[in-house]
């Protein structure tokens, strides 16, 4: 982390450094080379969250901060260790924090909160010549997305939910025995542990689901 107090701060301004991948296939021009086109700039960050440490470094370099606390903070997009730190070792004056990210220049109050599921499936594992002998742990995985998916009651508090990774199979030649979800889940109302209560009621009520499951 990076902070950067003028006199004794009673306003916290919160920035974070670190930024998602840069993907190739996905720019229309080089992510690593600043573009401006028609009045926008195009470049890895710009908006989530370089673009808003460089009007912070601006206004700060052109004013005469008072009573401000500048708080550029690492591991964002993942970990959060920054933050975390950060909220360790703040000073003791600060009454007001203001947190820079992209929001179409919209004021928000609040955030959903953030959380990572894993549900692991456990399964048996065949030969590919012999798939009836075994249990497709890709398959019953492929069940529990629909579930999440397509039931009112795992949505009905409108969370914001993700499936953003899954795992399984070690060979074309082998019915998996074991696959993971990995599943963003963000929140206001319903808990983690309160949705994942209700989702594993519906994986248990459901007979196509023969696997063991397990939720963290």
Do not use: M
């Not at 549900?119 to 995985?141: C, D, E, M, R, Y």
């Amino acid at each position: 982390n990076i902070l950067v107090n003028f006199g004794k701060p009673e306003l916290l301004i919160v920035a974070h450094t670190d930024v998602v991948p840069a993907t190739a296939r996905r720019w229309s021009s080089n992510p690593f080379i600043l573009t401006q086109k028609n009045n926008r700039f195009y470049g890895r960050g710009t908006i989530d969250n370089k673009g808003q440490i460089a009007s912070l470094l601006s206004a700060a370099s052109n004013t005469k901060p008072i009573n401000t606390c500048l708080a550029f903070t690492t591991d964002e997009e993942t970990g959060l260790t920054g933050i975390k730190h950060l909220t360790k070792t703040l000073p003791k004056t600060i009454k007001t924090a203001l947190v820079c990210e992209p929001t179409n220049f919209q004021i928000v109050s609040s955030h959903p909160g953030v959380s990572g599921i894993t549900i692991k499936v456990n399964a048996k594992a065949a030969h590919a010549s012999t798939p009836h002998k075994g249990l497709n742990a890709i398959s019953q995985a492929a069940k529990i997305i629909r579930i999440i998916d397509n039931n009112s009651n795992l949505t009905s508090s409108r969370p914001i939910i993700n499936i953003g990774k899954i795992a399984g199979g070690e060979k074309l030649n082998i019915v998996p025995n074991y696959c993971e979800i990995r599943v963003n889940y963000r929140y206001q109302n319903l808990s983690p542990s309160a949705w994942l209560k209700l989702l594993k009621k519906l994986i248990i009520s459901d007979k196509d689901i023969n696997a063991k499951v397990n939720l963290t």
